[in-house]
């Protein structure tokens, strides 16, 4: 690995594109994105050396099929594939490094089972693949592989880069700080967050998630967070409208850049300075939250709730709604039994 690159920006290209039924639609999306990706690179030249674009979730395709079996069928791919090959040529040419919003994968390993994928992908190939961990459920059927019983790979990869060590992770699973939190004791200095954030969790009063949950995960694990959302209309991706708000924040909370809250394709660029970064977590007493957990207070995290290794074939809805409802019985058993009496792994419901 090169020399890193202490100062540098990013670009989050928020999409608004129809969405694939099949590959040739996907093929035309990844088109657009490379026209993004190169108006990012080169265009802002001038002004910011652009080294990190990041797309959203489902913009090379959406689950639009209602059975998984569909979706492997008609959608899912094996990566890598003809498409990240395509983001791998323009990464190579422009010297940057691209996380290709979200595929729908499939895995020879898994027969059936589809993954939500989203690739960073740089000038020498795809340099890691995260697979989501927590499905949006019980709208999405994608398996997540902690409930894969077989499954080995690390649930929460980084990877070290010439633009500093990179982790990414999609959409819901930004609503559990545990998950971001694996991340960064995993080295990561830049959190990517790729996203098809709806209304009205998004950027619209008074919810407003998107902001919040994007600035706490940046102050709580003192690092960058690049996240893209969709910006695209209800007519696309119905039955939701997805209202943007693409942002760079700080380890400190700062937003930095913004997209305006609404529908649209936009480019927003933002600075990510490792060298304050770093010299932040080397100099700072206080508010180091990562370095000041208590981990044996925490007892909770030593006992499953939503069960882990559930699914041998891919999941039907029936399954994730039982699943759904094991978690529910599991955390009411949990937050009724006193502090330090928590049940063993056995006394999860059947």
Same mark, same amino acid.
């Given at each position: 690995m090169s020399k890193v690159e202490l100062r540098y920006y990013a670009a989050m290209c928020q999409t608004d594109l129809p969405n694939p039924t099949d590959w040739v639609g996907m093929h035309r999306n990844v088109g657009r994105m490379l026209e993004l990706a190169h108006f990012a690179a080169t265009a802002y030249a001038p002004?910011?050396?652009?080294r990190l674009i990041v797309f959203p979730e489902f913009s090379l395709a959406a689950p639009v099929y209602e059975t998984v079996e569909e979706l492997h069928e008609k959608l899912a791919l094996p990566v890598p594939n003809e498409f990240t090959d395509r983001f791998h040529k323009a990464a190579r040419q422009w010297g940057v490094f691209i996380q290709a919003g979200s595929f729908?994968?499939?895995?020879?390993?898994?027969?059936?089972?589809?993954?939500?994928?989203?690739?960073?992908?740089?000038?020498?190939?795809?340099l890691l693949k995260y697979r989501k961990v927590h499905?949006?459920?019980?709208?999405?059927?994608?398996?997540?592989?902690?409930?894969?019983?077989?499954?080995?790979?690390?649930?929460?990869?980084?990877?070290?880069?010439?633009?500093?060590c990179l982790g990414a992770a999609i959409c819901y699973d930004w609503l559990f700080p545990e998950a971001i939190r694996q991340l960064v004791m995993a080295g990561a200095e830049v959190l990517i967050r790729v996203s098809a954030y709806m209304d009205?969790?998004?950027?619209?009063?008074?919810?407003?998630?998107?902001?919040?949950?994007?600035?706490?995960?940046?102050?709580?694990?003192?690092?960058?967070?690049?996240?893209?959302?969709?910006?695209?209309?209800l007519r696309r991706y119905a039955p939701f409208s997805w209202p943007g708000g693409s942002m760079i924040v700080d380890y400190?909370?700062?937003?930095?850049?913004?997209?305006?809250?609404?529908?649209?394709?936009?480019?927003?660029?933002?600075?990510?300075?490792?060298?304050?970064?770093?010299?932040?977590?080397?100099?700072?007493?206080?508010?180091? =939250?990562?370095?000041?957990l208590r981990m044996e207070a925490y007892p909770a995290y030593s006992h499953s709730v939503y069960p882990a290794g559930s699914y041998t074939t891919p999941p039907q809805q029936q399954d994730v709604e039982a699943a759904i409802l094991r978690g529910r019985?599991?955390?009411?058993?949990?937050?009724?039994?006193?502090?330090?009496? =928590?049940?063993?792994?056995?006394?999860?419901?059947?």
């Amino acid at each position: 690995m090169s020399k890193v690159e202490l100062r540098y920006y990013a670009a989050m290209c928020q999409t608004d594109l129809p969405n694939p039924t099949d590959w040739v639609g996907m093929h035309r999306n990844v088109g657009r994105m490379l026209e993004l990706a190169h108006f990012a690179a080169t265009a802002y030249a001038p002004f910011h050396d652009v080294r990190l674009i990041v797309f959203p979730e489902f913009s090379l395709a959406a689950p639009v099929y209602e059975t998984v079996e569909e979706l492997h069928e008609k959608l899912a791919l094996p990566v890598p594939n003809e498409f990240t090959d395509r983001f791998h040529k323009a990464a190579r040419q422009w010297g940057v490094f691209i996380q290709a919003g979200s595929f729908l994968e499939r895995d020879e390993r898994y027969p059936g089972h589809v993954f939500n994928t989203s690739c960073l992908i740089g000038p020498d190939g795809i340099l890691l693949k995260y697979r989501k961990v927590h499905p949006w459920i019980p709208w999405e059927l994608h398996s997540s592989p902690h409930d894969l019983p077989e499954y080995h790979d690390p649930l929460f990869p980084t990877v070290e880069t010439e633009i500093g060590c990179l982790g990414a992770a999609i959409c819901y699973d930004w609503l559990f700080p545990e998950a971001i939190r694996q991340l960064v004791m995993a080295g990561a200095e830049v959190l990517i967050r790729v996203s098809a954030y709806m209304d009205p969790w998004g950027t619209a009063t008074p919810l407003d998630w998107w902001t919040v949950i994007n600035r706490a995960r940046a102050i709580e694990n003192l690092a960058y967070v690049a996240a893209c959302n969709q910006g695209s209309a209800l007519r696309r991706y119905a039955p939701f409208s997805w209202p943007g708000g693409s942002m760079i924040v700080d380890y400190d909370g700062r937003i930095l850049s913004q997209a305006e809250p609404g529908g649209g394709e936009r480019i927003v660029v933002g600075p990510i300075d490792l060298a304050a970064l770093r010299a932040e977590r080397e100099r700072r007493r206080g508010h180091l =939250m990562p370095a000041h957990l208590r981990m044996e207070a925490y007892p909770a995290y030593s006992h499953s709730v939503y069960p882990a290794g559930s699914y041998t074939t891919p999941p039907q809805q029936q399954d994730v709604e039982a699943a759904i409802l094991r978690g529910r019985q599991r955390w009411n058993q949990l937050r009724q039994k006193p502090s330090g009496e =928590m049940p063993g792994p056995d006394a999860s419901p059947k």
